[in-house]
């Protein structure tokens, strides 16, 4: 009977286009698109333009040194503060770095000169970064003036160098030390696309029967049991979204060799667990309003939300109260977290022990609701 279910399932799945789109090439388009953008890792070489009004040797220098950093880039000298500004407002450069009229004079004569930079933060990646190279140059251009005053009055050079910097900081970024966006930012964008479209997909499958009239069919084909025709419809689906979380898993940790410190059948069973944790929620949902288009606008604005309440950006801990309670009531914070432990982290699948049994709880959403379902498949009503 299951055998039957799973032929006929495969049937539709086949017999319409929007599911071999849905499933196959809008993943794989979207992570192919994703991880040919985040290629690189962290963005580098920022345009940015410099107003030089000193035109000294010492200007010129630290122009030099703002350009070879590995963050920023020069595309553009300006003649004054608002030729510069204009070019940030159009969008043309992300930042400009302003040395003052009489700066070399007044660093030799031991005065104060004041360097300024100016960084759009209305685009927060290119700006962060502009930001940081001005800073960085800001800081050792003022350290050196400050040795070099202090050598001219006596100071020996190693005393001055100690006296600027009398703590040495080491930094040991750990299990990304190369600092790489997409590291993090792939592994959990990609992961939240995925369950966004099987909760699509799962919602529409199953309404689709109850739209189209052929609910009762599908009920009498499993013989009346509601739990095994739910289990015929979402077995081929749920083989074919794990074969595809699996294959962009393959490309990430064989190909582009992000870090993976343990066994990949850990982060390979967590994909396995998010597709049919979502696609039970997705049950869930249908089960509390079955009409495809409530339950589809249901799903797609979880499916949305999930991007930033799952705490890929901003800490759940850090989150309202209010807010921080959905975050543990949605499968893919849990299969973050396991991404975490197992890949980045490396830790004994014992400490994640947590984080797999919630995915497994929610396999058991829709036993709450089958006698509601059943009830509206074997007399389909369709609301548009």
């Known amino acids: 009977m299951l055998l039957n279910l799973f032929k006929r399932e495969l049937r539709r799945l086949c017999s319409r286009r929007i599911y071999i789109v849905m499933m196959l090439i809008v993943p794989l388009v979207c992570a192919f698109f ?26 010129r220098k630290i122009g030099r040194s703002l350009n070879a950093t590995e963050l920023t880039e020069i595309t553009g000298e300006f003649e004054s503060f608002h030729d510069a500004m204009s070019k940030v407002r159009s969008g043309e450069i992300y930042g400009f770095f ?26 927060f990646v290119p700006g962060s970064l502009s930001y940081k190279g001005f800073k960085t ?36 970024p750990l299990n990304n030390p190369w600092t790489n966006y997409s590291i993090y930012l792939s592994q959990s964008f990609l992961p939240c696309m995925i369950a966004l479209i099987v909760l699509l997909v799962t919602v529409f499958s199953i309404c689709e029967e109850q739209k189209r009239g052929t609910s009762p069919e599908w009920l009498r084909e499993a013989g009346g049991n509601m739990a095994l ?14 074969s595809v979380g699996v294959a962009i898993q393959a490309v990430m940790f064989g190909f582009l060799g992000f870090p993976l410190n343990n066994h990949p059948l850990h ?24 009409n495809l288009r409530l339950a589809l606008s249901m799903v797609s604005l979880t499916g949305i939300l999930c991007f930033s309440i799952a705490g890929f950006s901003f ?24 991404y975490i432990d197992q890949a ?37 009503v369709y609301v548009p």
């Open 34 to 59: 994703f991880l040919d953008l985040m290629k690189e890792g962290l963005p580098l070489r920022v345009p940015v333009g410099m107003v030089d009004l000193d035109h000294s040797s010492m200007s």
């Open 229 to 242: 025709a739910l289990a015929g419809k979402l077995l081929p689906q749920t083989f074919i979204f794990t």
């Open 344 to 380: 980045l982290n490396g830790i004994p699948i014992y400490y994640s022990r947590f984080y797999y049994m919630a995915l497994l709880c929610f396999l058991l959403l829709p036993l709450l609701g089958l006698r509601r379902l059943k009830k509206h498949c074997e007399a389909p």
């Open 267 to 290: 982060v390979v069973f967590a994909m396995l667990l998010l597709v049919m944790a979502t696609q039970s929620f997705a049950v869930c949902i249908v089960e509390i309003v079955p």
């Open 315 to 338: 800490p759940v801990e850090k989150m309202y109260g209010g807010i921080a309670i959905f975050s543990y009531i949605v499968p893919i914070r849990y299969y973050f977290l396991i």
């Open 137 to 172: 140059i800001a800081v050792s251009t003022s350290g050196s003036i400050v040795k070099t005053t202090l050598i001219s009055v006596g100071a020996d050079e190693d005393a001055a160098g100690s006296m600027l910097q009398p703590v040495v900081i080491k930094t040991h």
């Open 98 to 123: 302003l040395i003052p009229s009489d700066f070399q004079k007044k660093a030799i004569a031991g005065k104060t000169p004041t360097l300024s930079f100016y960084s759009n933060m209305a685009i």
